[in-house]
């Protein structure tokens, strides 16, 4: 196998250093490119669910994740306005369905850093970082892929490409593939702060605010030092800039509005994302794949982006393995495209889009329609365990192993 054609992987994000360690340990020679100097820690997933833990467990990953980050078996919705508790969840009723009935709350960058020190025992592994894929030809039995880096532009000899290299992926562009879908007129707007929720909230990391005129959404996560930071989540108002959106005073505004304290809240990170809900037309052309966002980008409520991102980069791993062992064809390669594709429209947009609906909705009368159906559903244990293989991506794994 060494002496095989590494697999060249654009992107270090998350899921292109998974994709890595999941090929590095069936002992396939790996290059993985990274544009940027470092791992990107800006706030964004930190929502790690159980179908993923099995698989971070398989890599041998689980435990660490466990250990940095925070174990949360519950998720609750709320009314923000009179602030009412609507319906809470408890991942506990999967206890028959996975070793992890809960969530872990552990920062991406966080999992990408205990990923890349993994990768550093695999002589036939590498992470460059400063080396950005420009473009590439792919060939019969090979792809050369173009790294510019800062001395100079080089060409790299592989025998896949897999393009990791997030939602605005160069290998997408340079394959000429649709990235179908929208783009939300709103943007998100993620505030840390260092002001402990835990008197009020808790008892759950995990918590949605439905709003007619400002939804939001809380989450605890553990931080870099371990002590503790609550993100808030809010989307943008109709006209509002980023730049008014990250204002001081605006920011104080909307956290006093949310939740009036004495004082400023200290605030330790202001992020606004924009917000998509697009697939792109396959995720495979020749000998390049796309995984993760590059592939696919949803809204973050319900914490599934990155999860199915993992769950691509392990399945095209496995694929790929059994190729390059010759236990099986190049045509095998082409399922990839026809399982994720599909699976990522039915259990990532779909929920994504309901769950963001739900927040916003704006009827009264429809609103209490959807409240009286979650309540019910949390009601009946079936039900309730129903809802949550499908929100845990449980679902969607046994579904892509039946098709
Ligand atoms: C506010 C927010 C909260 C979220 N919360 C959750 C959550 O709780 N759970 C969840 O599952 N998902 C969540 N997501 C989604 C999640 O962040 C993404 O799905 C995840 O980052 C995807 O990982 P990735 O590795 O595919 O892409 P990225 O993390 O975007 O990484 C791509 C990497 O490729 C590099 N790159 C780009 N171009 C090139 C190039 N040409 N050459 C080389 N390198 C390149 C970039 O520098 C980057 O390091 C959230 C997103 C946001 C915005």
Redesign the pocket.
């Known amino acids: 196998m060494a002496s095989q054609r590494p697999v060249l992987i654009?992107?270090?994000?998350?899921?292109?250093v998974i994709a890595a360690l999941a090929l590095a340990r069936q002992g396939i020679p790996v290059q993985v490119?990274?544009?940027?100097p470092r791992?990107?820690d800006n706030?964004?997933?930190?929502?790690?669910?159980a179908a993923?833990l099995e698989i971070l467990d398989n890599l041998g990953l689980v435990d660490e994740v466990i250990r940095r980050g925070l174990v949360e078996p519950k998720f609750r919705t709320w009314n923000r306005e009179p602030r009412q508790l609507i319906v809470e969840f408890d991942f506990s009723v999967l206890k028959d369905d996975t070793r992890f009935p809960y969530v872990v709350q552990c920062e991406?960058h966080k999992l990408?850093a205990m990923t890349i020190e993994r990768l550093r025992q695999f002589p036939h592994a590498s992470v460059a970082f400063n080396?950005?894929?420009?473009g590439f030809s792919q060939f019969e039995d090979r792809v050369e892929v173009d790294i510019a880096t800062a001395a100079g532009t080089r060409t790299v000899t592989g025998s896949w490409l897999i393009g990791?290299?997030?939602?605005?992926?160069?290998?997408r562009k340079a394959l000429d593939i649709e990235f179908e879908g929208y783009t939300h007129p709103e943007r998100?707007l993620?505030l840390s702060t260092t002001f402990s929720f835990d008197t009020i909230y808790g008892e759950c990391s995990r918590n949605y605010f439905a709003d007619a005129n400002e939804w939001c959404a809380l989450?605890k996560v553990t931080g870099d030092d371990g002590k503790g930071l609550w993100r808030v989540?809010f989307p943008t108002r109709s006209g509002e800039t980023d730049a008014q959106a990250l204002d001081e005073t605006a920011v104080q505004q909307r956290l006093q509005n949310f939740f009036p304290k004495a004082g400023a809240y200290p605030v330790f990170h202001r992020?606004i994302?924009n917000?998509h809900q697009r697939v792109a037309a396959t995720f495979h052309k020749g000998r390049a794949f796309l995984?993760?966002?590059?592939a696919h980008?949803?809204n973050?409520l319900g914490?599934?982006?990155?999860?199915?991102?993992i769950h691509d980069a392990v399945e095209l791993a496995d694929l790929v393995g059994k190729v390059m062992r010759g236990e099986a064809q190049d045509e095998t390669l082409d399922s990839y495209d026809r399982r994720r594709r599909p699976l990522n429209v039915e259990y990532v947009q779909q929920q994504t889009i309901a769950n963001k609906k739900r927040l916003e909705e704006k009827d009264p009368a429809v609103r209490d329609r959807n409240n009286a159906a979650l309540q019910a559903i949390a009601a009946d244990p079936v039900a309730h365990r129903a809802y949550l293989l499908r929100a845990s991506l449980i679902d969607a794994v046994r579904k892509a192993k039946t098709t």
């Not at 490119?33 to 940027?36: D, I, K, P, S, V």
């Not at 706030?43 to 669910?49: D, G, K, S, V």
């Not at 990791?164 to 290998?171: E, F, P």
Request: proline content about 5%; glycine content about 16%.
């Open positions: 654009a992107g270090a994000g998350p899921v292109g490119f990274e544009a940027e791992i990107n706030p964004r997933a930190a929502t790690t669910h993923t991406q990408a080396a950005r894929v420009t990791c290299d997030g939602g605005r992926s160069t290998v998100f993620v989450f989540l992020n994302y917000v995984a993760g966002d590059s980008v949803n973050p914490g599934l982006g990155l999860n199915f991102g």
